[in-house]
C-alpha cells in the first residue's frame, strides 16, 4: 500500500469528484485551515447552496403561511415526492420503494416495529456507545412494548 504524500495528492488530482468540494462550506481549525471532516454519517458538510434553499422556504412561510402546503415554490404537502428519485438512486430500489419521510427517530422505531421480534431467549438490542438520547430512548421503549425489561436488553458497546 502507497501511502507516500505524492500519491495521496495524485490520487486527489485525479478524484472526478473533486470539484464537488467546492460545494460545501469547510470548518476552519485554529489556524484557519480547513479541517479535515469525516463526519458523513451524522451531520455532513453545509452545502453553500443551503441558504438559498431554506431562505425560500422561509420566504414562502413567510408570505403564504399556511396555503405554502399547496402554493409554495415547493409545495410542502407533495414535498417528499422531489425526493424519491435521487434517493431511489442513492440507495438502489426503484422509485415506487423509496419514500423520504420523518425524522430519524420516527423512522428507528419504524424499523424496529418491521425487523425486532424478540424472543424470550432472544431480545436484547445491541447498539453504538453513547447514542443520542432519543435513540435510547426509542430502543427501551421497544423493549417495553414487548414486555422486556430495558435494563436487561440494551446492550452498549464500549469501543
Ligand atoms: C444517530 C442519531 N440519532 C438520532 C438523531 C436525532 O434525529 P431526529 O431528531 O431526526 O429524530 C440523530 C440526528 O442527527 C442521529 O444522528
Known sequence: ?????????????????????????????VQGKDTIYFCGNS???????????????????????VEGHFHAKNPWMPYHEFLTKNMSAIVGAKPSEVVVMNSLTVNLHLLMVSFYRP???????????SPFPSDRYAIASQLNFHGFDPEAGMIECNH
Open 1 to 29: 500500500m502507497n501511502t507516500s504524500q505524492l500519491y495521496a495528492h495524485t490520487q486527489d488530482q485525479n478524484d472526478s469528484l473533486a470539484t464537488f468540494r467546492d460545494c460545501f462550506h469547510i470548518p476552519k481549525d
Open 43 to 65: 451531520l455532513g458538510l453545509m452545502p453553500k447552496s443551503a441558504t438559498e434553499y431554506v431562505t425560500q422556504e422561509l420566504e414562502d412561510w413567510k408570505n403564504l403561511g
Open 119 to 129: 424472543t424470550p431467549k432472544r431480545y436484547k438490542i445491541l447498539f453504538d456507545y
